[in-house]
């Protein structure tokens, strides 16, 4: 099942509505076996449906995904023996104890009461909660029960797992473990399919990183591949007054990547060559009297979704409160 | 089979540890009984001694009770992502609704057990004998299954938890236009269709009718086929409901 030229993700001309919201339009992915993998994009990109037709809990309208080599339509039962998914809601009992979900996980996976103890065991002591085991999940902190949550996915030892945003909400530090914990999958040997809105999570955790924006790939390669898509570097402007600030603002309009009203400042796209970074200002500034000084820095991450998604990360990230 | 028998076990545990919800389905009945019992009892005439006639209203009315907050737990778990969890490992509706509904048919078990213990502390005479019993059991159960499993439709059909609360009001309420508390023939006349024909008074009926050693008639059919009838139903919508909520 897990041989190494079957891809553990692929993904054709995928297609989903919901009435007339077209979630996905068309989308082609491929991931390779034993690798890490990030959806990135803004809510209501797609990121959880995409996720959600991997792991057969939807059909798709068209196209055609497999997991592990298996369809997900056709043959979802073989591809659920294959799987593990982690949602955005942490999908475990608070009435129960963390030993007492782990052991139902193990169970439900086929494997019998003592089995099911003796992995428990192990995924209690692995995700450093035996001290917790025998407490009601109801009393765990966030990060403990993302932690269990996680733990309760691998009970079926998982060749494919999907994360859902799997650190949403978390503090910097459980945020930190999560990362640690599934950076440790990946060594194990498993793929992890995660999507997420942070591009920090994405940037730091993901050798391959695809955005999703408004159901189609608008990008997909390495973190440093895709600053490169969007010029690698960015030109910051200090505008000389107010007014030159929203002349040029209007201008460059959807081409923007930062905005900073309170210094004047806006951010443009480029590759940092000499001729390019002079081109945009004969461009911009023709009458060489709005901008009062620029400077260079390398694109973040956060440019790049911009640049790609036409929406600031953060924004999003407060409307998904 | 055997995922099912994990998801019952899961329901029953759960069902244990909400202290609250069990309370409330222990008490009220008991409640409600000693209410009628002991404070409308006196003005009420019903030709017997009033705790003989209200005791098998009272079980009827806590078995639906019991068995309705299904609904809630049913609907609060797939709020959750606890289902996609299930259905991610292969453990689909039945399994899962079957937990559900067992675990009601536990709960409701141990109440109706209670109620009739305190009926029997405060005076209630059965002259029911052992077949009796075995077919008030019957009947019984049949009915906790109809209510459960039409809870578990309500529990995927409703949007939260709240909506689901109410679907234990309507049935908690159910029996009143009925002759459980009170006979049909002292209410309105333009109630009594109502309170003749819906599916409470059968059962009623034939629970007393059993417990009583009292004439029958055609109760007990009517009662079978309500029941039946709703289970049927119920069990064909939850699996369509199911369907449809969890695979969008």
């Known amino acids: 099942m897990c041989s190494y030229n079957v891809p553990a993700v692929e993904v054709t001309a995928l297609e989903k509505s919901y009435g007339a919201n077209r979630v996905l339009a068309g989308v082609d992915l491929r991931v390779a076996p034993g690798t890490l993998f990030a959806l990135l994009g803004p809510n209501g990109a797609g990121k959880t449906t995409m996720v959600r037709i991997l792991a057969t809990l939807t059909e798709p309208d068209g196209g055609r995904a497999t997991v592990a080599g298996f369809d997900v339509v056709r043959e979802r039962h073989r591809v659920r023996r294959a799987i593990s998914l982690t949602g955005q809601y942490a999908a475990v009992d608070e009435l129960q104890t963390g030993a007492e979900n782990l052991r139902m996980m193990g169970r439900l996976s086929g494997l019998g009461r003592a089995d099911a103890r003796k992995r428990a065991a192990e995924l209690l002591e692995r995700f450093d909660l035996v001290d917790a085991a025998d407490r009601r999940v109801g009393t765990y902190s966030g990060g403990m029960r993302r932690r269990l949550d996680l733990a309760a996915s691998l009970v079926g030892q998982p060749s494919v797992i999907f994360l859902d945003e799997p650190t949403t909400g978390l503090d910097v530090r459980s945020r930190q473990a999560m990362w640690d914990v599934v950076s440790d999958l990946v060594r194990g040997g498993v793929t992890v399919f995660l999507t997420t809105q942070y591009l920090e999570e994405a940037d730091q955790l993901a050798g391959r990183i695809a955005v999703l924006d408004h159901g189609r790939l608008v990008a997909d390669g390495t973190a440093a591949r895709l600053k490169e898509q969007v010029g690698g570097q960015r030109l910051d402007l200090t505008l000389a007054d107010p007014a030159a600030y929203d002349a040029v603002a209007a201008h460059l309009g959807d081409r923007l990547l930062l905005r900073d009203p309170a210094r004047r400042t806006l951010g443009v796209a480029t590759d940092g060559s000499a001729a390019h970074v002079r081109a945009l200002l004969d461009e911009i500034d023709p009458g060489r009297r709005a901008v009062d000084r620029f400077a260079l820095h390398a694109a973040t991450m956060d440019d790049v979704f911009l640049a790609l998604t036409g929406t600031p990360a953060h924004e999003k990230e407060t409307a998904n409160v | ?248």
């Open chain 2, 1 to 248: 089979m055997s995922s099912a028998l994990v998801m019952i076990d899961r329901s029953v545990r759960l069902s244990r540890r909400n202290l609250d919800a069990l309370l409330t389905a222990l008490m009220l009945p008991i409640m409600l009984m000693l209410l009628f019992v002991y404070l409308f009892g006196g003005a009420i005439e019903t030709g017997t001694k009033y705790v003989t006639y209200v005791v098998p209203g009272v079980i009827m009315l806590c078995a639906a009770f019991g068995a309705s907050t299904t609904a809630v737990s049913v609907s609060q778990d797939v709020a959750g992502g606890i289902v996609d969890r299930f259905r991610s490992m292969d453990v689909g509706g039945v399994a899962f609704l079957t937990g559900h509904v067992v675990a009601s048919v536990v709960r409701n078990l141990a109440s109706t057990l209670l109620v009739l213990g305190i009926a029997l502390i405060i005076g209630f005479r059965p002259a029911a004998g052992p077949l009796e019993w075995l077919a008030v059991a019957a009947v019984l159960l049949l009915f906790v299954f109809a209510v459960s499993w039409l809870s578990a439709a309500v529990g995927l059909l409703v949007r939260s938890a709240e909506a689901a609360g109410g679907f234990t009001f309507f049935v908690m309420f159910l029996p009143y236009p009925s002759s459980a508390f009170v006979p049909i023939d002292t209410m309105p006349g333009w109630i009594h269709g109502f309170a003749e024909h819906q599916p409470a008074t059968p059962v009623i009926e034939t629970l007393r009718g059993l417990m009583l050693g009292t004439d029958l008639g055609t109760a007990p059919w009517l009662a079978l086929a309500w029941s039946g009838g709703i289970l049927l139903v119920s069990v064909a919508a939850a699996g369509a409901l199911f369907r449809r909520r969890t695979a969008a």
